[in-house]
């Protein structure tokens, strides 16, 4: 027996997923499945850049929740939600009660993870803070069909992050679209400036609106970004 020892060539997740692919959508949904649960989030981006770039469908896999441990925080624990499958949430009485659109968990662009494979494919909605609270049909008229996201301008700290984490979330995600709701207020066009900024760095820019709202909830202007 001889050993012999040389230097090793660095992983590749590109070169993988050249075979990967060859052996069709269940190794494919395999190979993802096996990132998200050892949290090899950036192997899991770059497996989607390339999937996007030979324009093969992202096959559905399993979603791999972070773990909630005693010193995390719960809210961040991603999760589909029930309203998904259109089940009912929080009957009144008379059970009238419209089912609630939101579809998934967290929804705060800073707690986001930006590989959730919740996103694959998505039209996707960032919505500013307050816009629930003044669009009396938040639900019905802008988010059932998408996914959401909402952020502040104004309040939320790091926003430097936010450009390149919606960057990584259209190219890796492939997102059919994003539409912005905002407030007439002037500093609510922080949420346009980031879209436009992650846009930018696109080869093949995505189909994105801006829908501004006033305080009780009537739209001002819609506009392509």
Not at 10 to 35: C, F, Q, S, T, W
Not at 93 to 98: H, I, L, N, Q, R
Request: net charge neutral; charged share 20%; proline share 4%.
């Amino acid at each position: 027996m001889t050993v012999v020892k040389r230097e090793a060539s660095a992983y590749d997740e590109r070169k993988v997923m050249e075979n990967i692919i060859l052996g069709g959508p269940n190794v494919i949904k395999a190979h993802l499945e096996h990132m998200l649960e050892h949290q090899e989030f950036e192997y899991y981006q770059i497996a989607l850049q390339v999937l996007a770039e030979q324009n093969i469908a992202v096959p559905s896999h399993k979603q791999v929740s972070e773990q909630v441990g005693p010193t995390s925080c719960p809210g961040k624990k991603e999760q589909v939600l029930v309203q998904d499958k259109g089940e009912r949430n929080h009957l009144s009485s008379d059970g009238t009660a419209p089912i609630s659109a939101l579809s998934h968990w967290p929804i705060q662009l800073h707690l986001v993870n930006s590989a959730n494979p919740v996103f694959v494919g998505a039209d996707l909605l960032l919505a500013a803070d307050c816009s629930a609270f003044a669009a009396a049909d938040f639900h019905s008229s802008y988010l059932t069909g998408k996914k959401l996201l909402i952020a502040c301008p104004k309040l939320d700290e790091n926003q430097d992050a936010y450009v390149e984490k919606l960057n990584m979330l259209i190219r890796y995600g492939q997102l059919k679209s994003l539409t912005v709701l905002r407030m007439e207020v002037p500093c609510c066009g922080g949420l346009s400036k980031w879209v436009k900024n992650a846009l930018a760095k696109l080869k093949q820019p995505i189909e994105s609106v801006e829908i501004t709202i006033n305080k009780v909830g009537e739209v001002v202007t819609t506009k392509a970004l």
